[in-house]
């Protein structure tokens, strides 16, 4: 088949090229990557990140005209309007349903889905505007946490645990997330979980169980372990909470990745989407399990039932896990060098040790996830085990930094 592929996720389209098939390439600018020009495509399309989806468009009817694509797929939404707008303008079939993303982007909306269908969440209230956000606030009660309604990777997502922070807390927002509103929600006490599944139809195949580790300052993730340390019981409550919140929402033909905090009253939802996990949650769900969530989505992208490459039930034959680095400090300081690299690589539980920021590069303060410094990946016996050792591999390493003043000095 001839695809056209818009977005990322590199990983789904290496499993096109595996399974034989001929790509072109969409890419937003600031996703493009210098090595997807000798990448596994035919051609790779750059335009600006505010591109319009008719520019798109555009260029996707120009190649359709001369070699005509058979599908358009993506594995992330940020392109899923763009996708279902080249479908629908050159025909070509996609499975990307873009009124389900609406659905579960704003976060507003879907707390009151859940509501429509009596699936336990969370207090929660929408607000717009400093004076109403605090209103909203005093409300809720604290702690509690203000977020955008249609964030991503943590990035301006603030908990409130007393009036001294709420300035603090409400800079961390940002003016331009206030002003086009936000969601105030009851904080949520309890260890974090995402659960990773794939919907064939609308039936939901529940892969695996993941632990979520998270800053408890800026909720940006440290780390994920997949099998989560579960009991059968709330291993059981889970699955079927999630279940539910998939049904409520009409998933149908993708993968989900649904985060939910496990309270004393039960699973309560953080979010959910209609995509794979990020973080290399999947890499962590085929070493632990066997299963290759990227070639299972890459094949249902393109329309092919996937239920007979499912294991049921999915089994465990390892554990798993990521930790990140997140070193903070002050922004005058620069990234001279990581010592300790080739030693970490050289464990035998290490599966990937990958660095995230290169030399040269300033210390942020870590306040989203693309602020983190590395990854290691590790593999054990047990999740405690693949746990101790993906945070020791991280702590052995020492990122070496150069401070520059502001000004020369003398």
């Known amino acids: 088949m001839r695809v056209l592929v818009v977005g990322t996720n590199r990983m789904c389209h290496d499993r096109l090229r595996d399974l034989g098939h001929e790509m072109v390439l969409f890419v937003p600018r600031g996703r493009a990557r210098r090595e997807d020009t000798v990448g596994p495509y035919r051609h790779v399309v750059v335009l600006d990140?505010?591109?319009?989806?008719?520019?798109?468009?555009?260029?996707?009817?120009?190649?359709?005209?001369?070699?005509p694509f058979d599908a358009v797929v993506a594995y992330n939404e940020h392109t899923y309007r763009i996708v279902r707008a080249v479908?629908?303008?050159?025909?070509?079939?996609?499975?990307?349903?873009?009124?389900?993303?609406?659905?579960?982007?704003?976060?507003?909306?879907?707390?009151?889905?859940?509501?429509?269908?009596?699936i336990p969440s969370c207090r929660h209230r929408y607000a717009r505007g400093r004076d109403a956000v605090l209103a909203?606030?005093?409300?809720i009660g604290l702690p509690c946490i203000v977020?955008?309604?249609?964030?991503?990777?943590?990035?301006?997502?603030?908990?409130?645990?007393s009036a001294a922070?709420?300035?603090a807390a409400l800079l961390r927002v940002g003016a331009r997330h206030l002003d086009r509103g936000?969601?105030?929600?009851?904080?949520?006490?309890?260890?974090?979980?995402?659960?990773?599944?794939?919907?064939?139809?609308?039936?939901?195949?529940?892969?695996?169980v993941t632990r979520k580790f998270t800053d408890h300052r800026t909720f940006v993730e440290r780390g994920h372990l997949v099998p989560a340390p579960l009991d059968a019981a709330d291993q059981q409550a889970v699955v079927a909470y999630t279940t539910r919140v998939l049904d409520a929402f009409g998933f149908h033909d993708c993968p989900s990745h649904t985060e939910l905090v496990l309270t004393e009253r039960g699973p309560r939802i953080i979010e959910t989407h209609n995509r794979i996990g990020g973080d290399s949650i999947m890499d962590?769900?085929?070493?632990?399990?066997?299963?290759?969530?990227?070639?299972?989505?890459?094949?249902?992208?393109?329309?092919?039932?996937?239920?007979?490459?499912?294991?049921?039930?999915?089994?465990?034959?390892?554990?798993?896990?990521?930790?990140?680095?997140d070193p903070d400090g002050p922004t005058s300081s620069t990234l001279l060098e990581v010592r300790?690299?080739?030693?970490?690589?050289?464990?035998?539980?290490?599966?990937?040790?990958?660095?995230?920021?290169?030399?040269?590069?300033?210390?942020t303060p870590v306040r989203q996830s693309s602020d983190r410094s590395a990854l290691a990946i590790t593999v054990g016996a047990t999740p405690e085990e693949a746990l101790a050792r993906a945070r020791e591999a991280i702590g052995s390493l020492r990122f070496v930094y150069a401070w520059t003043p502001a000004e020369p000095l003398g």
């Open 49 to 67: 990140d505010q591109a319009a989806p008719e520019d798109w468009v555009g260029i996707a009817r120009v190649l359709h005209r001369g070699a």
């Open 87 to 118: 479908s629908d303008a050159l025909d070509v079939p996609t499975v990307v349903d873009v009124e389900l993303f609406g659905r579960v982007l704003d976060k507003a909306r879907m707390r009151e889905l859940l509501e429509k269908h009596g």
């Open 136 to 139: 909203a606030v005093e409300e």
């Open 147 to 161: 977020k955008p309604v249609d964030g991503e990777a943590s990035e301006g997502v603030a908990r409130i645990e």
């Open 165 to 167: 922070e709420l300035d």
């Open 182 to 208: 936000v969601l105030v929600e009851e904080f949520l006490v309890g260890p974090e979980y995402s659960v990773e599944a794939l919907s064939v139809g609308s039936r939901h195949h529940v892969v695996a």
């Open 284 to 325: 962590l769900v085929r070493l632990a399990t066997g299963v290759d969530m990227y070639d299972l989505v890459a094949r249902q992208s393109l329309g092919q039932d996937v239920t007979a490459l499912l294991p049921d039930p999915v089994a465990h034959r390892q554990s798993a896990a990521v930790w990140f680095a």
């Open 340 to 363: 300790g690299v080739d030693g970490v690589r050289g464990l035998p539980h290490v599966h990937r040790l990958e660095l995230l920021k290169e030399p040269g590069s300033p210390l």
